[in-house]
């Protein structure tokens, strides 16, 4: 394969003896779906690209087209989520490409080692997102409400003009504990699910597109958990909910995952 022509598209690695055979097409929706096999422990799903699809400048402006990214990278998260179905998964980033299949048996023996022990780590294992959700106006109006609560009878005692001066003091300093309020029930939160969990890591929060009226991302959280506490998992959840909800303050929970937020560091192929 020459690289003015093409490239070889890496979606994942995986367990050679767990992986069969794999139909389907490959990112680009055309070229098939191959298994590259140079180790007999590991595999790679691969498919041919063009080369000018990922690499030079007409590649950076798709790149930059939610138009063209967009199916490209569905399809790169639906083939390594059927590899996963049976067999643990290792996957790589959108757009990593190699140049042969010589360039990429070299780099999976320079990383035989990291692979295998993150297959082992991850098996009968999956990814589970949590999005905190905070509606700042609730909350803050929920504050303010239990601290006006928890004086009312020393408000009640004072003259009308010194009350009002009084609760306006109470719902400023209200204003500036939401953050150490919100900082410690997350924390706890996480001390809680963690219990059910293999590892936890803290991503970056992304905005949601559009934004939905009064509510923002506030954190963004991955899970490993075994298969099977799921459902544990997500009554915890509900239960948080529950307690925290009144205050504007939800977990949003959705999975199951490939490992994405748990795989090493790696030098591979080039990407865009």
């Not at 998260?77 to 070299?106: C, D, I, K, N, W």
């Not at 601290?147 to 400023?172: D, K, V």
């Not at 900082?183 to 706890?188: A, K, L, V």
Request: glycine share 6%; aromatic share 8%.
């Amino acid at each position: 394969m020459e690289n003015r022509q093409g490239a070889l598209y890496l979606f994942c690695f995986a367990r050679s003896d767990r992986v069969g055979e794999i139909a389907g097409p490959g990112v680009d929706g055309h070229h098939p779906l191959c298994l590259f096999r140079p180790f007999p422990d590991l595999c790679a799903i691969v498919s041919e690209v063009p080369l000018e699809d990922f690499c030079g400048p007409a590649a950076e402006l798709r790149m930059q087209q939610l138009a063209w990214v967009g199916p490209r990278a569905l399809r790169h998260e639906a083939v390594v989520e059927q590899v996963m179905r049976h067999s643990p998964v290792l996957p790589v980033r959108f757009g990593t490409l190699f140049s042969s299949q010589e360039s990429l048996a070299e780099v999976r023996a320079t990383h035989r080692q990291t692979i295998s022990q993150f297959l082992e780590r991850v098996a009968d294992q999956e990814e589970w997102s949590i999005k905190g959700l905070l509606d700042r106006t609730q909350a803050g109006q929920a504050l303010i409400s239990a601290s006006l609560a928890a004086q009312q009878e020393q408000l009640a005692a004072l003259p009308p003009g010194t009350r009002y001066f009084q609760e306006q003091r109470i719902r400023s300093a209200a204003e500036k504990e939401l953050s150490l309020w919100l900082n410690e029930t997350c924390r706890q939160v996480a001390s809680h699910l963690m219990k059910q969990a293999s590892d936890f890591r803290e991503c970056p929060v992304v905005p949601r597109q559009p934004p939905e009226s009064g509510t923002e991302v506030l954190l963004n959280w991955a899970f490993l958990l075994r298969r099977g506490v799921a459902a544990a998992f997500r009554l915890r959840i509900d239960q948080v909910n529950e307690k925290h909800g009144t205050r504007g303050l939800v977990f949003e929970l959705s999975g199951p995952w490939p490992p994405y937020r748990f795989v090493p560091p790696l030098s591979m192929g080039t990407a865009p």
